[in-house]
């Protein structure tokens, strides 16, 4: 997909081709490791829609998970170290919103990219925790970036659990397997009318909505505890 990548990365007016594209090699990559996707929707998005979409991050599935479930842009903040990767850290780094999570000056540039991006339409998705925790954690506290975002643009924080992917596809290289990968889509956190200084309380909503889901998931909390 080498040509088709670099035309496509060439302008961000090309973006919603790009993304018909990697949404399509999302589902490939997917189906083809022996993964499938069954989602529960509390609510659906809408096209042609902005929405900060917020998922607990534990595997290297999960990008492409949310890349699968929707059809709007979306527009991602990953961290700057996948960058030296070769051949997929070229085209990473013409995609992505890089961030440096030890500079301020980085974490302020993001920011303003993520505004620029949302003016254009596209949506935003930001893995909250701002890392990917040790296997033993259920959840880490998220950071209040892309809540910020949500308010200052008025539109939705749209809450997504899942359960499988560490389990099936960890950073341990000595585990996992195929198998149906569950997705609960919650009901979305409206910000119409909020301030920033509510930002605490939606950051709040969203991680006890991920959390309670996790906690009172059988399959998830057995891999969890199995590492303590």
């Not at 302008?11 to 949404?23: G, M, V």
Request: with cysteine; hydrophobic share 40%; proline share 4%.
């Amino acid at each position: 997909m080498s040509p088709l990548l670099l035309i496509l990365t060439a302008k961000e007016s090309y973006y919603p081709a790009l993304w018909k594209l990697i949404r399509a090699w999302s589902h490939l990559l997917l189906y083809s490791m022996g993964f499938w996707i069954k989602v529960d929707f509390e609510q659906k998005t809408e096209r042609d829609k902005s929405y900060v979409f917020c998922s607990n991050h534990a595997s290297f599935l999960d990008p492409f998970v949310l890349i699968a479930l929707s059809k709007n842009p979306i527009v991602f903040v990953g961290k700057q170290e996948l960058a030296k990767i070769p051949v997929f850290g070229f085209f990473y780094k013409r995609m992505v919103i890089m961030v440096d999570r030890s500079s301020l000056r980085s974490k302020k540039r993001v920011y303003d990219m993520a505004k620029k991006r949302l003016h254009d339409g596209v949506s935003v998705g930001i893995f909250p925790e701002g890392l990917v925790p040790e296997e033993d954690v259920i959840l880490s506290p998220f950071k209040n970036g892309a809540f910020n975002l949500a308010i200052e643009f008025q539109i939705p924080v749209v809450p997504q659990t899942y359960y499988d992917c560490k389990r099936f596809f960890s950073w341990d290289y000595f585990k996992g397997g195929m198998g149906k990968l569950r997705i609960k889509q919650h009901k979305f956190i409206e910000t119409k009318g909020l301030t920033l200084q509510d930002v605490k309380n939606i950051r709040q909503k969203t991680f006890v909505t991920l959390y309670n889901e996790l906690v009172n998931d059988e399959l998830y909390m057995q891999d969890t505890l199995r590492k303590k």
